[in-house]
């Protein structure tokens, strides 16, 4: 229970965040977040204005997302095709003189050959993937021992440049967060307009999983960047420091 002193300093507080805020009383009620309360079919319908909003706005959207990567220090990569693609991303792994490359399995892989890009180019890699006689050990080890990641996304932000990772079928999570450098294969359709999309968008999921949440988002902005107490920036500490964006599509 709140001494009479700590409760004096809470409303001492309070009046202070009040006043910053240009309010002189305090509130009485619980603000109605109505959008938190919205139902099943008005979410669905939100979804599919996005979708909507998104397919008539592609290509704008796909020259958004490339500006604003780059200004977040991507190295952005524009093709239109698979194979333009796969070979991008062999280029990408020899140019980095890459000896160790690890890539997740997903299905963009069997829409976009890297594998083949990548063999053409006398290079070996490895999928992370657990199952017959890997463990999770191995998996770590792997990555962290590896020159270069390639995986695909769940989306891409425009507004952001960001790309969002989130639990599925054949995504190992070290692939983008273990290697030095990392390429990320987008494809047209992943591109959203804002994060309030995305959200919207997940928001539905969470509806229809009947209230079970992805483990983890993992948002990418560009290269990994950390700052000491002086503000002193470095960068690839805590992740790749070198990230390449392969956009798909115009």
Same mark, same amino acid.
Not at 143 to 166: H, K, P, Q, R, W
Not at 217 to 245: C, K, W, Y
């Given at each position: 229970?709140?001494?009479?002193?700590?409760?004096? *300093?809470?409303?001492?507080?309070?009046?202070?965040?009040?006043? @910053?805020?240009?309010?002189?009383?305090? #509130?009485?009620?619980?603000?109605?977040?109505?959008?938190?309360?919205?139902?099943?079919? %008005?979410?669905?319908?939100?979804?599919?204005?996005?979708?909507?909003?998104?397919?008539? %706005?592609?290509?704008?959207?796909?020259?958004? $997302? @490339?500006?604003?990567?780059?200004?977040?220090?991507?190295? &952005?990569?524009?093709? *239109?095709?698979?194979?333009?693609?796969?070979?991008?991303?062999? /280029?990408?792994?020899?140019?980095?003189?890459?000896?160790?490359?690890?890539?997740?399995? /997903?299905?963009?892989?069997?829409?976009?050959?890297?594998?083949?890009?990548?063999?053409?180019?006398?290079?070996?890699?490895?999928? $992370?993937?657990?199952?017959?006689?890997? %463990?999770?050990?191995? $998996?770590?080890?792997?990555?962290?021992?590896?020159?270069?990641?390639?995986?695909?996304?769940?989306?891409?932000?425009?507004?952001?440049?960001?790309?969002?990772?989130?639990?599925?079928?054949?995504?190992?999570?070290?692939?983008?967060?273990?290697?030095?450098?990392? &390429?990320?294969?987008?494809? @047209?359709?992943?591109?959203? /307009?804002?994060?309030?999309?995305?959200?919207?968008?997940?928001?539905?999921?969470?509806?229809?999983?009947?209230g079970r949440?992805?483990?983890?988002?993992?948002? #990418?902005?560009?290269?990994?960047?950390?700052?000491?107490?002086?503000?002193?920036?470095?960068?690839?500490?805590?992740?790749p420091g070198?990230?390449?964006?392969?956009? $798909?599509?115009?």
């Amino acid at each position: 229970m709140p001494t009479p002193d700590e409760h004096e *300093n809470k409303e001492a507080f309070l009046k202070r965040v009040r006043g @910053a805020l240009g309010r002189s009383e305090p #509130i009485l009620h619980t603000p109605d977040h109505a959008s938190l309360k919205t139902t099943p079919p %008005r979410q669905e319908e939100k979804v599919r204005t996005i979708q909507a909003k998104v397919e008539a %706005r592609r290509p704008q959207l796909i020259a958004r $997302l @490339a500006e604003t990567a780059e200004a977040a220090s991507w190295n &952005v990569h524009r093709v *239109n095709t698979a194979e333009g693609a796969a070979a991008t991303v062999a /280029e990408i792994a020899g140019r980095a003189n890459a000896k160790s490359i690890v890539r997740s399995a /997903e299905e963009v892989f069997s829409r976009v050959d890297v594998d083949g890009a990548l063999r053409g180019r006398g290079l070996s890699w490895t999928v $992370l993937a657990s199952g017959g006689r890997r %463990r999770r050990s191995d $998996l770590k080890r792997l990555a962290f021992a590896s020159d270069l990641g390639v995986t695909g996304v769940t989306f891409a932000i425009a507004e952001t440049g960001s790309c969002v990772i989130t639990p599925r079928r054949g995504v190992a999570r070290l692939t983008s967060l273990a290697p030095p450098t990392l &390429v990320l294969i987008v494809e @047209a359709e992943q591109v959203l /307009e804002s994060l309030d999309d995305f959200f919207a968008i997940t928001r539905l999921g969470y509806q229809r999983d009947r209230g079970r949440a992805p483990s983890y988002f993992n948002f #990418i902005s560009g290269p990994s960047r950390t700052a000491d107490i002086e503000q002193t920036l470095t960068i690839g500490v805590h992740g790749p420091g070198e990230v390449h964006m392969v956009l $798909l599509g115009q």
